[in-house]
């Protein structure tokens, strides 16, 4: 089982559609995660941490379930700059794990006019 | 809004020659790492750095690879002998804290394109 798994997509949407990312994560003592956003031949950004009660900023929100290890992000009211590829991402943390970040593979979204 | 540089941007080099890839993290940040992205792959963690030495490194950080903080500002990734698998982005990123287990957000500079020939 990949540690870090999302569906890879990709998904088309119009603009002002909801859409939403599932991530599944495999090491229970995982601590932190994350989701980023990475446009064609970028960086990573930081989109938002995920906690356990739920967050939101702005049109996103992240689900965190410990119990299920699942992560989601949900974005609402869709626009074209949100095409990118959204990558989840975890911290196994425990032992020396100190900052180690592990990636999914991304899911990758257009939005269209 | 601080960042994290990066240079080169682009670096092409030929097959067994050294390369050194610079990094200049956050200015207040205190742990420092390395990440590389082969095209059309996901991003992998190479190594970490706290308090002038390695905290983890990966399985690719093999002995060809070596970081270093020369200054106070700078931290270099080395790679001593490039081979045409190491050709990838390679993404320098800091982070302001951390304790055990528990991660605070990376912040990540724009990537250096290794290619090597």
């Known amino acids: 089982r990949k540690e870090v798994e999302q569906d890879p997509g990709p998904f088309n949407v119009p603009e002002g559609a909801t859409v939403a990312f599932n991530c599944t994560y495999s090491n229970s003592a995982s601590q932190s995660f994350f989701w980023y956003r990475q446009d064609c031949r970028k960086e990573p950004k930081l989109l938002m941490s995920v906690y356990s009660s739920g967050n939101e900023d702005g049109r996103f929100t992240a689900q965190l379930n410990r119990a299920s290890q699942y992560i989601s992000l949900l974005i609402r009211d869709s626009k074209l700059s949100d095409s990118a590829t959204y990558l989840c991402v975890v911290n196994k943390g425990g032992g020396t794990s100190y900052g180690k970040l592990t990636f999914g593979q991304g899911t990758i979204l257009t939005v269209h006019p | 809004e601080p960042e994290v540089t990066q240079t080169p941007s682009h670096q092409v080099t030929q097959m067994g020659q050294e390369v050194i890839l610079r990094c200049v993290p956050i200015?207040?940040?205190?742990?420092f790492y390395w990440y590389r992205q082969i095209l059309g792959q996901k991003v992998e963690f190479l190594v970490s750095f706290y308090n002038n030495e390695i905290s983890e490194k990966s399985e690719i950080f093999d002995d060809q690879f070596s970081v270093e903080r020369p200054d106070g500002s700078n931290f270099t990734l080395k790679i001593r002998s490039t081979k045409l698998e190491d050709s990838a982005m390679y993404f320098c990123?800091?982070?302001?804290?951390?304790?055990?287990?528990?991660?605070?957000?990376?912040?990540f500079g724009p990537g250096t394109r290794l290619t090597v020939t």
């Open positions: 200015s207040n940040h205190l742990y």
């Open positions: 990123a800091s982070s302001q804290n951390e304790r055990q287990g528990i991660t605070y957000e990376q912040y």
